[in-house]
């Protein structure tokens, strides 16, 4: 890329959570193999981020390009509606087997902001088509599950990136955000205001939503297993459904195939996205039971109202098809075990560390919670300076790299993180 390229970029190409009158600074990647971005001036960063959690076998894989190739060699897409094709069917059968057993039905959308917003319009019609009028959701505070209206009228309403939205989205409920972390002894108390809402709201209410033992973009924090497993028995005793936000957490990161796993329960919906592919495109999923899926189908409408023009790409639905069956080679159960014992070897020490308000890790993911936020165009330019990509938000430094990371590469990415605790000039004033 030449100096004019990134001049346009800078002009006239929006980025995520960015201004366009001050820009924060973008670095040229011109490609990227295996856990390493190359950049134009022939640097090459050891990536910690997994493309935002979703590269999780690493770039350029032999096996994801192969079926993109064989692929699109037959048809790159063709509409959904009123046609199938083999690749579609591939993983939707294989998703079917690795999910929870009553999850059976499949939706295939775009991204996982979609996949959200299918889940909730699921749970919307599944109580129109009984006759009730239920149209509020009950989620968590310090939550985030995607940036579309539906999605981000469940996110926390006061401390997330959507606070600007207040007024405009419907006004649902929120239960505190989980206290008793994963490994932490349970304490009953931790549930009680969320038993609370349940109990006074239960007859509006359509189904609760989150995200299953990590919270991701509301703070990166992971909570109790046996948090979960009360949700799933007061949704059981009030009639409420579930729906399972396993957007980022899905695939493996947390050290089982799915968060819920952690906790042994099912829900009665659950969104799947970023990995899915193995990062190699955009493609999510939202899968739910027999009962609510009949029950949509039979009632007023006579099916469910969505449908996305790309629904079920045959180039997506055949990579995500392949990352799957190489995730089901059990490979990855491994990879994140090793992974996360490094971690925890080089990142919970740090804990004591004048700078560092908290450190955690669960599975493939590590995080540093600083006492100040980051100055993000100052910390973005020494990773790189390190030869690492770690992209850091508020007062959060964390890691989700590729699982086939190996503990060297993994290393220079957690030795950057404590170098940067020891640059003062690298965090805005508290």
Known sequence: MTSDDLAFDRDHIWHPYTSMSEPLPCYPVVSAQGVHLQLADGRQLVDGMSSWWAAIHGYNHPRLNQALQTQMAQMSHVMFGGITHPAAVALCRRLVAMTPAPLECVFLADSGSVAVEVA??????????????RQRFLTLRRGYHGDTFSAMSVCDPDNSMHNLWQGYLPNHLFAPAPQRRFDDSWDEADIAEFAALMETHADSIAAVILEPIVQGAGGMRFYHPRYLQRVRELCDRHQVLLIADEIATGFGRTGELFACDHADIAPDILCLGKALTGGTM????????????????????????????????????????????LLQEGEWKQQVAAIERQLR????????????????????????????PVNM????????????????????????PPYVIDADRLARLTQAIEAALDRPDLFLPA
């Open 120 to 133: 909730m319009k699921m749970a919307l019609q599944y109580w129109q088509a009984r006759g009730e009028r």
């Open 282 to 325: 955009t493609l999510s999923a939202t899968l739910t039971t027999r009962v609510v899926a009949n029950t949509i189908s039979n009632g007023a409408a006579g099916c469910f109202m969505h449908g996305p023009t790309f629904m079920g790409n045959p180039l997506a639905c055949a990579v995500a098809e392949a990352s799957l069956a």
């Open 377 to 400: 165009a100052a910390i973005q330019r020494f990773f790189v300076d390190q030869g690492v990509w770690i992209r850091p938000f508020g007062r959060l430094i964390y890691l989700m």
């Open 345 to 372: 070897a080089a990142l919970l020490p740090l804990a004591s560390h004048p700078q560092v308000e908290d450190a955690r890790v669960l599975g493939a993911i590590g995080v540093i919670e600083s006492r100040q």
